[in-house]
Structure formats: structure tokens, C-alpha cells
């Protein structure tokens, strides 16, 4: 067992001999560019909307006359909380950005006082579910954005690599949000018995099949935050005439 106070002195001393910290190091590098775009285009306010296509970083759009700041500020608080208070993302963020610890036999910067997520604030990271709820309704509006860009302004159906590049995107989203840990627990956690009648074996089927989402819910989690921010950049380039939608027909 790691003893703490040596392990506040020499964080990451380890026997493993393998490159244990590639791992962390990827992820720190790999939510670093990702958090710095979503500020910057969070910020930007420009370049979010161009004929049918709406950005999801803006998307429900929401507008109002007191509201004189970016309207993405007041959607991005449930993806990123959803994704901040996540399983998944919290061991990854924890090991790469605290240390506590950086990996599995490698000794952490937690000393005597590392109180885990029982005190403020990471207590806060029961609010999980509920970001699960918000997030789940922002993910429909998600869809609805994709179906309707088909749509052009004249009316006319038309099929773009933006179009379909949105419909990806919400497709990676809702493999990410669906396999969700506390929604397999909402889906299956209380039950003890699944099959006795048809309404438990339904219910199995859904716990199931959102089992098997979450057991790859890392890979959900990257292809997810890589597709969000790939069609954001993809409609930024589109509204600044960068480069076309590419319309197929
Ligand atoms: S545990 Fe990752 S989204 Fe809920």
C-alpha cells in the first residue's frame, strides 16, 4: 500500500517499468486542445450558424433580449458538466491532471489530507445523474439540428458531408450518453429479479443493451468528444466560407 506522506514527497515513483505515464500524458494533452477550443469558440460568439446547420457548442439556441453575452454560455454548462462528472472522465482527468494518483502502482500527490469525493468540491460529482437528465434532452435537440439540416432554406431536401457529419456526431453522442453508468443504473440497478414477467425481460433487454454500451464507454467518450468538436470546427469553417458543406444533391 502506498504510504501517503512518501507519496506526496515523490509523486510518481513507481517499480512498473512499463510507460505508465503515455497514458495520462494523452489524456492531459488530449483535454487541454479540446477545453481550449470550446473556450475559445464558446467566447467567440461568431460563426455558429449558416444556412440550416447550427453549431452543437450553440445548440438549443437560446435567445433573449437581457442575454447580451454568447448564447453558448448558457447551454455549455450540461455537456460539460455531464462530461466533467463522469466515470469515466474522472479517473482520467484525476490520474492526469492531480496526480491522485497518476496510475495504477505509482505513487500520487494525495498526502493525509486527500479526503477523496466526500467534502467540497468533488462532492459535487453526485450531481452526476442529474446532468445525465439535461444532457439527455440537449442530445434530442442534437438530433432534431441533424434531421432538419437535410432541409435547405428553399425548402428542397438536400444531402451534404455536413449533414451527414452531424448525424455522426449524434449518433457517437448518444452511444457516449446512453451508456452512461447512472443510466444503467436507473435501467437495471434496483431490480433483482429479470425475468419474471414480460415487463422485467423488456426491462432486462434495455439494461443489456446499455450494458454493452458501457462497457466500451471510454472509446464513446473520445469518438464523442472528437465529433463535437470536429462538426463545431466543421460549421465554423462552412459560416466563415473556408470551405462549402459539400453538398452531395
Ligand atoms: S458515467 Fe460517463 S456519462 Fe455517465
Given at each position: ?188 440497478g434496483a431490480v433483482s429479479c429479470f425475468s419474471k414477467t414480460e415487463q422485467q425481460k423488456a426491462q432486462f433487454r434495455i439494461w443489456h443493451f446499455v450494458t454493452k454500451l ?36
Amino acid at each position: 500500500m502506498t504510504n501517503t506522506i512518501e507519496s506526496k514527497a515523490h509523486p510518481g515513483r513507481t517499480a512498473r517499468t512499463d510507460n505508465w505515464w503515455a497514458n495520462p500524458l494523452m489524456v492531459a494533452v488530449g483535454f487541454g486542445v479540446f477545453i481550449a477550443y470550446a473556450t475559445f469558440r464558446t467566447f467567440e460568439n461568431n460563426y455558429f450558424e449558416v444556412d440550416q446547420y447550427l453549431s452543437p457548442f450553440y445548440s438549443p439556441k437560446l435567445a433573449f433580449d437581457w442575454w447580451h453575452f454568447s448564447p453558448a454560455i448558457l447551454i455549455l454548462w450540461i455537456p460539460a458538466g455531464f462530461r466533467a462528472t463522469c466515470y469515466y472522465y474522472r479517473k482520467a482527468y484525476y490520474r492526469a491532471y492531480f496526480m491522485t494518483p497518476p496510475g495504477c502502482a505509482v505513487m500520487g500527490t494525495s498526502g493525509t489530507g486527500y479526503s477523496g469525493e466526500t467534502k467540497f468540491p468533488f462532492i459535487l460529482q453526485n450531481m452526476h445523474r442529474y446532468f445525465f437528465y439535461c444532457a439527455a434532452l440537449v442530445l434530442l435537440v442534437l438530433w432534431y439540428d441533424a434531421i432538419i439540416s437535410f432541409r435547405a432554406p428553399d425548402g428542397r431536401f438536400t444531402v451534404s458531408l455536413l449533414s451527414l457529419f452531424m448525424c455522426l456526431n449524434c449518433y457517437l453522442l448518444s452511444g457516449y450518453t446512453f451508456g452512461c453508468h447512472a443510466w444503467r443504473h436507473l435501467c437495471g440497478g434496483a431490480v433483482s429479479c429479470f425475468s419474471k414477467t414480460e415487463q422485467q425481460k423488456a426491462q432486462f433487454r434495455i439494461w443489456h443493451f446499455v450494458t454493452k454500451l458501457n462497457e466500451h464507454h471510454q472509446g464513446w467518450a473520445w469518438a464523442s468528444l472528437f465529433s463535437v468538436g470536429l462538426t463545431d470546427l466543421y460549421i465554423r469553417s462552412v459560416a466563415a466560407k473556408i470551405i462549402p458543406p459539400g453538398v452531395l444533391f
